[in-house]
């Protein structure tokens, strides 16, 4: 045991933390873009009538791949219930989905048929396949771009097919839960750092209510701003949790982030409390409380799990991830004191402004992440700030410039303090 570890501990400090979870990956980032990659045929909407949380439900691909996506009013969690070498047909429950009627269609592709109907209490994918089949890759995807509802997407490959290793993708891989516009390459060796950014609250949750304000209006303009500011440069691929008015859950939320094999992470809201007379923005970095919740998700297989852990070896898992939680708390806690001495030249700054929770929207084990509270949205002299256009652009162009210079010492960062 303790020469496997040295061997982690060896390789590990040779490379940088933004390359640790691809070199645990050992192929890496098809570990993240699963739910990023699009297929190229064309996508036909199956003749179904919406039931219940089901919208609608869509065929596309070939004898290759074929897609099936189902488009719902929620979020949802699927899970697998047949065995993996069922080839001839797979079945996914969708817990809490209601359905008023059954739900079925014709096939497409490597589908033969599929039903989408409530048995024993519980609403279920039946996918029948011509021949030998097998579910490749499921992923949700939030509502975003104009889009309203949520879509669950299941991939379907033959039933030989060698899923061992991700094979490059023949077109461009996209970051689906955004806009169309936003393409990351295929290639690891990718130029720009992908920052996720996220407009906190949305849709049905206003989040804080000010005088004259809500906060998920506060937090999309902001978000938009540094948007454009970092995509002045040049140098960031950029990504919006929402670019509208809509609801996206928490667990959406930091899958696109990890989806997206994100290089920073930054959660942008608007606090309120008290008597309304509290201002001044702090920064949240994840607590000691939220890295053990993180690690017991990353222990779990499926959204959360690190790549290709070794689910055989519980110690060496732990090992895995603790060190890779370090270097992605060290990284976070080093941005966000970055974020704060910017800023603090245009906005006031809380007494303790610099503070951990277990927020989960900061869990992801593998991708640096902050969340900004840019100030008190029920606070009169905040809430001005926070509506001003050039507030914001200059609040804005100051964490972009915080981003810049985080990135400028990378490989500083990367140092893994306290190892042998």
Do not use: C
């Amino acid at each position: 045991m303790s020469r496997r570890y040295n061997t982690l501990v060896h390789r590990l400090r040779v490379v940088s933390v933004l390359n640790l979870s691809r070199m645990l990956a050992t192929g890496v980032v098809s570990a993240f873009a699963p739910a990023a990659l699009v297929i190229a045929a064309p996508v036909v909407a199956a003749p179904v009538t919406a039931s219940g949380d089901v919208v609608k439900v869509r065929l596309g691909g070939d004898a290759s791949q074929t897609r099936i996506v189902i488009e719902l009013n929620k979020a949802v969690d699927g899970k697998v219930v047949t065995r993996e070498n069922e080839a001839a047909q797979q079945v996914i429950a969708l817990p809490d989905v209601e359905v008023s009627k059954a739900l079925s269609g014709t096939g497409l592709g490597l589908i033969a048929d599929w039903k989408v109907e409530n048995v024993a209490g519980s609403t279920r994918l039946k996918i029948n396949f011509k021949g030998k089949g097998k579910v490749y890759r499921r992923f949700l995807l939030p509502p975003a771009d104009g889009i309203s509802v949520y879509r669950y997407v299941v991939d379907v490959v033959p039933g030989n097919a060698d899923t061992s290793v991700e094979k490059p993708a023949p077109v461009p891989v996209i970051a689906a839960p955004v806009s169309g516009k936003t393409q990351l390459a295929a290639n690891p060796t990718r130029t720009k750092k992908v920052i996720v950014i996220d407009a906190g609250h949305g849709g049905k949750d206003p989040g804080a209510v000010g005088a004259q304000s809500y906060e998920k209006d506060v937090n999309l303009a902001a978000a938009k701003a540094l948007k454009t500011a970092l995509e002045k440069t040049g140098r960031y691929t950029v990504i919006m949790t929402r670019e509208t008015d809509s609801f996206v859950d928490l667990p959406a939320r930091v899958r696109i982030a990890r989806n997206a094999n994100a290089d920073l992470f930054i959660s942008l809201h608007s606090d309120a409390g008290g008597s309304g007379d509290t201002r001044g923005a702090s920064i949240y970095t994840l607590s000691d409380s939220g890295t053990e919740r993180a690690a017991r998700k990353a222990l779990i297989k499926g959204d959360w799990s690190l790549p290709d852990m070794p689910q055989s070896d519980a110690i060496v898992s732990r090992i895995l991830i603790d060190l890779t939680q370090r270097a992605t708390k060290n990284r976070s806690a080093t941005f966000a004191q970055l974020v704060m001495d910017h800023i603090s030249a245009s906005t006031p700054l809380l007494k303790t402004n610099l503070r951990q929770a277990g927020l989960f929207v900061l869990l992801a084990p593998d991708v640096p992440a902050v969340l900004l509270e840019m100030g008190f949205v029920n606070n009169k002299e905040d809430e001005a700030m926070l509506n001003d256009s050039r507030h914001r652009e200059v609040m804005m162009g100051q964490v972009a410039r915080a981003i810049d210079v985080y990135f400028a010492n990378e490989v500083r960062y990367a140092s893994f303090a306290g190892l042998p």
